[in-house]
């Protein structure tokens, strides 16, 4: 790999966050707001995505369930895909598509909010745990990107899609972390108030 192909790299990871902020701060807003009324009736918010964006999940819940960048109570969040017994036992006896959706019958309530992750929007669990979601009278801030994939047609008036313009899953990936990070700023903000 030269040293030009590295340089590319930052640079297009820069050109894509320019290219979000442009167009994502006044999801990023609504979303976060949805959020904190989800919070603050007394809900939690499942999050759920396989690969990176399973641990996209778990940065979420754990920056909820812990801390943020402040010393502020816990807020309820769980990653929905970090159990491997539970995810094997379901793919083993159901199908793969099942394993977030079996989880979100289970523990999500109306009130509760899904965070949705899937780069392209075609991850067939992911859809499943949307459907689940709206099943279970929750709404769903979905993180994706390029065209939105399967999941863009899945969402109803509750639901907000945050969608990064990009159709490279390494690009999506990387801003996905910085709207969770956004997302978690505006919680703490918006319950705890300024520093």
Do not use: W
Request: glycine share 10%.
């Amino acid at each position: 790999m030269s040293v030009e192909r590295v340089r590319q790299t930052f640079v297009d990871s820069i050109e894509t966050q320019v290219k979000a902020a442009d167009v994502l701060p006044d999801v990023l807003v609504v979303a976060g707001q949805h959020m904190v009324e989800c919070l603050l009736g007394g809900g939690k918010i499942l999050s759920c995505g396989n690969g990176g964006s399973a641990s996209h999940a778990q940065h979420f819940a754990s920056a909820l369930l812990n801390r943020f960048e402040r010393e502020r109570p816990a807020l309820p969040a769980m990653a929905i895909g970090t159990d491997a017994t539970t995810l094997s036992a379901i793919a083993n006896d159901y199908s793969y598509n099942e394993t977030f959706s079996k989880q979100i019958r289970a523990l999500g309530n109306g009130g509760d909010m899904l965070l949705a992750i899937s780069p392209l929007g075609h991850c067939g669990n992911v859809i499943q745990a949307v459907q689940a979601a709206h099943d279970r009278d929750m709404n769903v801030i979905a993180l994706t990107g390029h065209e939105g994939g399967d999941m863009a047609n899945l969402y109803g008036a509750g639901d907000v899609e945050i969608r990064i313009p990009s159709s490279v899953t390494a690009r999506i990936h990387e801003v996905h972390l910085l709207v969770i990070q956004t997302l978690c700023d505006y919680i703490d903000q918006q319950l705890f108030g300024g520093e």
